[in-house]
């Protein structure tokens, strides 16, 4: 994908290979500004109106949605695709009730009867966990607590029974008691429905609690992809390992809190290489991202050429 803003051009995302099956839930993870909701939003059509992207396909059940017109990808969204964003306020039309905005969604992908749609909108409300659905849904938004108005976001992402939620960042705005319990929120009700979900976070805490599998993104481009808990236990590229030491729970009683030197910057060949410790000559060509073992894979020379010589003696 490529951005186009004052008369220039950047890549974006780069050779994205991101697969998420029926009732998976996929993380995505990698530091702010690497590319997570550009991913995100594309699978939809979302991306903003100057990124375009040029090359490859997203297939969604063996149709290809790259080039598919808006009237598909708005009837995909919604329908099959839902999404939940970081800052619920902005999700939300502040000038219309809570109600009014589910019953608006139901009635636009299932039950065109208003009746029916205000039932299932009030039952929607109560699988959220709400104790009184009927005063949430004759509430206006500025009346909900920032908790509140996620759940109500949930319950309007799951209102259509969706194949797939990508959910951005949809924690990360709320108080910290309350973080927990809307994941897990989002979670259960998930796996109740064989919901596929693929989670965008910048916290390898909230991918290792809730997902089953991680690709890990840096500067447009996956780096390291595979089941959660051996990306996690034993991680294959150096950025990875790096966003693990950085973690607060892992360093000594009053030790410094490593963290990555630099901001994100890129040069040509890998696109790690201008913060990689272990850099040498052959990092200037870009690494494929390569299997490792039953589908995990990482974009790095030193851990292919440690893969061969194992696979060697
Ligand atoms: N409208 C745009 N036009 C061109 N480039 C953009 C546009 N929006 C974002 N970008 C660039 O795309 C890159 C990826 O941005 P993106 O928002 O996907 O990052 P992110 O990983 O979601 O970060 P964060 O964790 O902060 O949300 C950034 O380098 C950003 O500068
Ligand atoms: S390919 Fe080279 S620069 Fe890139 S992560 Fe591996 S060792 Fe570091
Ligand atoms: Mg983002």
């Known amino acids: ?14 050779s994205i290979s991101l697969q998420v099956r029926e009732g998976e839930i996929a993380g995505l993870v990698g530091e702010s500004g690497s590319g997570k909701s550009m991913l995100g939003s594309a699978i939809g059509g979302l991306q903003p109106m100057n990124c ?5 396909r997203i297939l969604w059940r ?3 949605l790259r080039g598919a017109d808006e009237a598909l990808l708005s009837a995909l969204r919604g329908s099959q695709i839902a999404y939940i964003f970081q800052e619920p306020m902005t999700a939300l039309n502040p000038t219309l009730s809570i109600g009014r905005q589910l019953v608006d ?8 009867d208003s009746s029916s749609a205000r039932h299932r909108a009030l039952k929607l409300l109560a699988d959220v966990r709400i104790d009184s659905p009927e005063d949430v849904f004759n509430a206006w938004p500025y009346q909900l607590s920032g908790g509140m108005r996620q759940r109500v976001l949930i319950a309007m992402a799951f209102s259509c029974t969706p194949a797939l939620i990508v959910a951005d960042e949809p924690t990360t705005a709320l108080d910290v008691t309350v973080q927990a319990k809307v994941l897990t929120l989002l979670l259960t009700l998930a796996r109740e429905r064989r919901t596929a979900v693929l989670l965008i976070s910048h916290d390898i805490g909230v991918i290792r609690r809730a997902c089953e599998t991680v690709h890990v993104m840096y500067a447009g481009r996956i780096v ?3 089941s959660t808990t051996a990306v996690l236990a034993a991680p294959r590229h150096p950025y990875t390992r790096a966003l693990l030491d950085c973690l607060p729970g892992r360093a000594r009683p009053k030790s410094r809190l490593k963290t990555l030197s630099t901001s994100m910057q890129t ?3 890998c696109c790690f290489r201008a913060r990689c ?22 974009a790095c020379w030193l851990t292919q050429q440690d893969q061969l010589k194992g696979e060697l003696f």
């Open 62 to 64: 063996d149709r290809d």
């Open 267 to 269: 040069m040509p060949g």
């Open 224 to 226: 390291e992809r595979g």
């Open 1 to 14: 994908m490529r951005g186009h803003r004052n008369g220039g051009s950047q890549c974006i995302l780069d």
């Open 52 to 56: 375009k992207i040029t090359e490859g």
């Open 277 to 298: 410790h272990l850099a040498f000559q052959q990092c200037s060509e870009v690494p494929p991202l390569a299997d490792i073992s039953s589908g995990d894979a990482a």
């Open 105 to 112: 969604v139901i009635r636009r992908h299932t039950e065109p």
